[in-house]
């Protein structure tokens, strides 16, 4: 089946740096792309979105980028706050609706 | 609004014993979906539900799972009979439209934390 992998299972960063989390994707029909974040004890929330006809939007300090010739996604968190630390996973959705979520990855804020 | 609710929140059982998982989704949301999360697989999607009816069940396992939608405020998941192997934590999520026809997003419930000993 299709896959969504993340190359970085952990990250840690300084408070007030930005953080990079990436995200490689193997289908080439997929057309919308999430990023979830999820938090110890919850269920993923939805930060950002991005379409296939788009390669980057902004949100409130998070970007994402979309690199559709080699199948790369990444999520940028500018000046990362302890808030910041959980898990981000990535999303794709083909064009024929399959949903499909990467592993995750772990990201910890060091004050 | 409260948001996906789930019930239990934790739930430790024997293996061959019956397991009955509860969702509220979010109210006006069309699409209900069970996904189970594991460190080995990461978020799988068991079955989703459009409008109370069954669209796609094929990632429920095995003959063991059977999830059931009554009405458009309520969800369950059912495991009869469980096995450790079963252990997960098991979300609910919801979404106001159809199987992700325009900008969808997912609501998540906090999930319920099924421990099969």
């Known amino acids: 089946g299709e896959s969504v992998g993340l190359h970085l299972p952990t990250l840690s960063v300084q408070e007030g740096d930005n953080s990079i989390i990436n995200c490689a994707y193997s289908?080439?029909?997929?057309?919308?792309f999430i990023w979830y974040k999820q938090e110890s004890g919850k269920g993923p929330q939805f930060i950002i979105d991005?379409?296939?006809?788009?390669d980057k939007r902004q949100g409130q300090r998070v970007t994402v980028l979309l690199n559709k010739t080699v199948k790369h996604l990444s999520l940028q968190i500018a000046a990362t706050q302890p808030g910041d630390s959980a898990v981000y996973f990535c999303?794709?959705?083909?064009?024929?609706?399959?949903?499909?979520f990467g592993t995750g990855t772990s990201l910890t804020v060091i004050p | 609004d409260a948001g996906v609710i789930q019930s239990p929140r934790h739930e430790v059982t024997e293996m061959g014993q019956e397991v009955t998982l509860r969702c509220k989704p979010i109210?006006?949301?069309?699409?209900l979906f069970w996904y189970r999360q594991t460190m080995m697989r990461g978020l799988e999607l068991l079955i989703y539900?459009?409008?109370?009816?069954?669209?796609?069940d094929s990632g429920m396992p095995e003959d063991r799972f059977s999830a059931k939608m009554p009405n458009a405020s309520f969800s369950t998941l059912k495991i009869q009979p469980s096995e450790p192997r079963d252990s997960a934590v098991y979300f609910c999520?919801?979404?106001?439209?159809?199987?992700?026809?325009?900008?969808?997003?997912?609501?998540f419930g906090s999930g319920t934390q099924l421990s099969v000993l």
């Open positions: 999520a919801s979404s106001p439209g159809s199987w992700f026809a325009t900008n969808e997003k997912l609501f």
């Open positions: 289908n080439s029909a997929s057309d919308y």
């Open positions: 991005i379409r296939s006809n788009m």
């Open positions: 999303a794709e959705i083909t064009t024929g609706n399959q949903f499909y």
């Open positions: 109210s006006g949301h069309n699409s």
């Open positions: 539900f459009n409008n109370n009816v069954p669209i796609d």
